[in-house]
T-cell receptor, first 115, second 114 residues
Framework: DAGVIQSPRHEVTEMGQEVTLRCKPI?????LFWYRQTMMRGLELLIY????????DSGMPEDRFSAKMPNASFSTLKIQPSEPRDSAVYFC?????????????FGEGSWLTVV | AQSVTQLDSQVPVFEEAPVELRCNYS??????LFWYVQYPNQGLQLLLK??????LVKGINGFEAEFNKSQTSFHLRKPSVHISDTAEYFC????????????FGKGTSLLVTP
C-alpha cells in the first residue's frame, strides 16, 4: 500500500513568494495532520482535518499560513508570502479514526528553504 | 495538557552495546504513549505504542519500552544496537482533544559507532 505522499520533497524559494505543499493521505484515512519540524521548536502540530473539515488550526503560526482539504485524497498547505523563518520540514500525516490507539502515519516531508 | 520530555538530546553508543533513551510524560488524563524513529532525510515511523495492559511493550527492530506510571516514564531500550539504528528518536503522547494528534518531545539523536 502507498503511504502518505507529499510533494515537493524539496523546495527552495525566495522570500515573498507563495509556497504550496501538497499531500495525499493513505486511502480510507479520515484524519489528516500537518506538522512542522524545526531545530528550535521540534515537531509542532499546525492543523488537522477530520473528514476534510478543518477541526483545529490553533497551531498555524500566522495568517500567512493556510490549509485546505478539498477532498479525501488531497490537502494543501500554503504559505503566502513566505519568509526565511518558515524554513523547515513540513510533514503531512494521516490516521484512520480519531481514537487513542490509532497509528498516525507520516509522509517523508517537504523540505522548505526560504532565502 | 499532555507533554513529554526527552531527557537526552544525544546518545552516543558503540555497536552491540545496550541503549536506553529516556522519556518522561506529563498528563492529566489517561495517557497513550508512542515512540517514533526518523532516519536521515525520511519521515517518522512508528516503533511502538502503549495504550493499556502490559507495561512492557515490544516494537519493531528489537526495541521495547516500559511504561512506569509511578515515575511517569516511558523509556525506550534495545539490548544490542546496530549501526543502522543511528537515527532520531521521538517520544510522543496522544492529545485526546485534538483527534488524538501527537505531542512530540524534542527528540534524541542516537549515534551508533563501530
Amino acid at each position: 500500500d502507498a503511504g502518505v505522499i507529499q510533494s515537493p520533497r524539496h523546495e527552495v524559494t525566495e522570500m515573498g513568494q507563495e509556497v504550496t505543499l501538497r499531500c495525499k493521505p493513505i486511502s480510507g484515512h479520515d484524519y489528516l495532520f500537518w506538522y512542522r519540524q524545526t531545530m528550535m521548536r521540534g515537531l509542532e502540530l499546525l492543523i488537522y482535518f477530520n473528514n476534510n473539515v478543518p477541526i483545529d488550526d490553533s497551531g498555524m503560526p500566522e495568517d500567512r499560513f493556510s490549509a485546505k482539504m478539498p477532498n479525501a485524497s488531497f490537502s494543501t498547505l500554503k504559505i503566502q508570502p513566505s519568509e526565511p523563518r518558515d524554513s523547515a520540514v513540513y510533514f503531512c500525516a494521516s490516521s484512520l479514526g480519531g481514537a487513542s490507539g490509532n497509528t498516525i502515519y507520516f509522509g517523508e516531508g517537504s523540505w522548505l528553504t526560504v532565502v | 495538557a499532555q507533554s513529554v520530555t526527552q531527557l537526552d538530546s544525544q546518545v552516543p553508543v558503540f555497536e552491540e552495546a545496550p541503549v536506553e533513551l529516556r522519556c518522561n510524560y506529563s498528563s492529566s488524563v489517561s495517557v497513550y504513549l508512542f515512540w517514533y524513529v526518523q532516519y536521515p532525510n525520511q519521515g517518522l515511523q512508528l516503533l511502538l505504542k502503549y495504550l493499556s495492559g502490559s507495561t512492557l511493550v515490544k516494537g519493531i527492530n528489537g526495541f521495547e519500552a516500559e511504561f512506569n506510571k509511578s515515575q511517569t516514564s516511558f523509556h525506550l531500550r534495545k539490548p544490542s544496537v546496530h549501526i543502522s539504528d543511528t537515527a532520531e528518536y521521538f517520544c510522543a503522547v496522544s492529545r485526546p482533544n485534538s483527534g488524538y494528534a501527537l505531542n512530540f518531545g524534542k527528540g534524541t539523536s542516537l549515534l551508533v559507532t563501530p
